[in-house]
């Protein structure tokens, strides 16, 4: 089959817009490029926080940024200065605007609006089906569909993180704007790890969000009734509700491969890339862009790229174990943890920018009976889970090409 592109970037949220970005700032971006998505307009749906030093990527189109924070329990209230850390908030309009910036000044990029039905393997490359068209490229990168190899995987842990965010503007003041609310756990838990978290935009105007670990998302609702109920024990001032986000992001222990095909690679949420005790996706989604796009400069290909270490997916191994079947050690685990470490340091720590000794001393000070309990359940799936293999996975053409070739994308 003749290759009409050389690449095709199917979804242009996150990693889609990261990978492009990364492409025409390297000597490929006067490659033949089509980039697809159902929506190619700037979207107020998410907003995107991340933290680390001052050189991260992105950082200078954030809404804003902080370097202080809180996290709440129903015994004590925590509010320190980060020290390595900065937390920024970046919101997916700007970051879709900034992004199509550089790609409008590419006409080697062509934007199509369409429903991806399909994805396979050709002999040379591979073809996006979408809007009842066929398209071929020398290489495929999507974040729409869980590959057919990970769907056909075994899950012991289905967790996921849930949650729904109001952001308000309230008639007074109510927030400090100066001070980030990572996690209040002062809230009943309903058998989970259920916490608060606020983005403090101004005196006036924050995002509230209400966000649940557990294997079920809930109804709107819920969400709703529990973010007014906080938001009343924050402030009698009358507000409007300006904005609303829901999502659910995977926490299972499955890990997702990058390899979808011979010639498609996975990227962003479907790819593998959220932290699975975290959620937390933007930054490891740059880097992990970056990353293949250098693989392809180097190699000729992109080779499949780890964003994490065995450690760390030990450490969230772990944890996912404790979460899912023993829900009632969610708060008092984060309790701890933040009782004997700074807010910076288990920032780095969940950043994955610890190193070891760093490390042993934050798990000395945690109750050690859940996690010494959790080693022997989950030898099993270690091998699988910390020395993921990448599959040597071909998808054929479908037979019927109507048809949806995998789950919807979960976030
Ligand atoms: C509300 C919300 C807030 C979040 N906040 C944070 C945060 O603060 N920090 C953080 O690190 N992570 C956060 N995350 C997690 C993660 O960063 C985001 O989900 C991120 O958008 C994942 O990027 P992605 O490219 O994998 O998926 P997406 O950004 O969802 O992109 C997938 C794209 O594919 C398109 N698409 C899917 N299926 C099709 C189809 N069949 N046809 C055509 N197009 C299709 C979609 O329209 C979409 O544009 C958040 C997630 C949610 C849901």
């Known amino acids: 089959m003749r290759h009409s592109y050389d690449y095709i970037v199917a979804g242009a949220g996150c ?56 996290v709440g329990f129903p015994d004590r209230w925590v509010e320190e200065d980060l020290g390595h850390n900065v937390y920024h908030c970046v919101r997916s309009e700007a970051y879709h605007e900034h992004v199509m910036e550089r790609v409008r000044a590419h006409s080697n990029v062509t934007l199509l609006e369409a429903d991806i039905d399909g994805l396979y393997d050709t002999a040379g490359g591979a073809v996006v089906e979408a809007g009842g068209h066929s398209y071929a490229a020398r290489h495929v990168f999507q974040s729409c569909f869980v590959s057919p190899y990970d769907r056909a995987q075994p899950v012991h842990y289905p967790l996921r993180q849930h949650f729904g965010g109001w952001e308000i503007e309230t008639a007074t003041a109510a927030f400090n704007p100066d001070v980030v609310t990572l996690m209040d756990f002062d809230t009943a838990q309903h058998g989970a790890t259920v916490f608060y978290y606020i983005l403090p935009f101004s005196p006036t105007r924050a995002l509230v969000e209400y966000t649940v670990f557990s294997p079920d998302p809930w109804d709107r609702a819920r969400y709703d009734a529990a973010i007014h109920r906080y938001i009343r024990q924050l402030t009698d001032a009358p ?148 020395f993921p293999e990448e599959p040597d996975a071909q998808v054929p053409k479908p037979t019927t090409t109507s048809s949806s070739p995998t789950a919807a994308v979960t976030s």
């Open 15 to 70: 990693a889609g817009l990261s990978l492009l970005w990364y492409v025409l700032d390297s000597p490929l971006q006067e490659t033949r490029i089509l980039l697809v998505d159902h929506d190619l307009s700037p979207q107020p749906k998410k907003t995107w926080c991340f933290w680390g030093n001052d050189s991260l990527p992105f950082q200078h189109i954030a809404d804003r940024s902080w370097d202080r924070m809180a």
């Open 239 to 386: 507000y409007e509700v300006i904005r609303r986000e829901y999502g659910v992001i995977p926490m299972e222990e499955r890990p997702r491969h990058q390899r979808y095909g011979q010639h498609i690679t996975s990227i962003g949420t479907v790819g593998g890339i959220t932290k699975p005790t975290t959620g937390y996706t933007f930054q490891r989604v740059h880097e992990h862009t970056h990353q293949l796009v250098r693989t392809m400069l180097a190699d000729g290909r992109p080779d499949p790229v780890a964003v994490t270490s065995p450690r760390y997916r030990f450490y969230d191994l772990l944890l996912l174990r404790i979460l899912h079947e023993h829900p009632q050690w969610g708060r008092p685990i984060f309790h701890r943890l933040f009782a004997y470490n700074s807010i910076d340091r288990v920032l780095s720590f969940i950043g994955e920018d610890t190193h070891l000794g760093q490390d042993m001393r934050i798990f000395s000070r945690l109750p050690y009976g859940p996690f010494l309990k959790a080693i022997a359940p989950n030898l099993p799936l270690m091998p699988r889970v910390l």
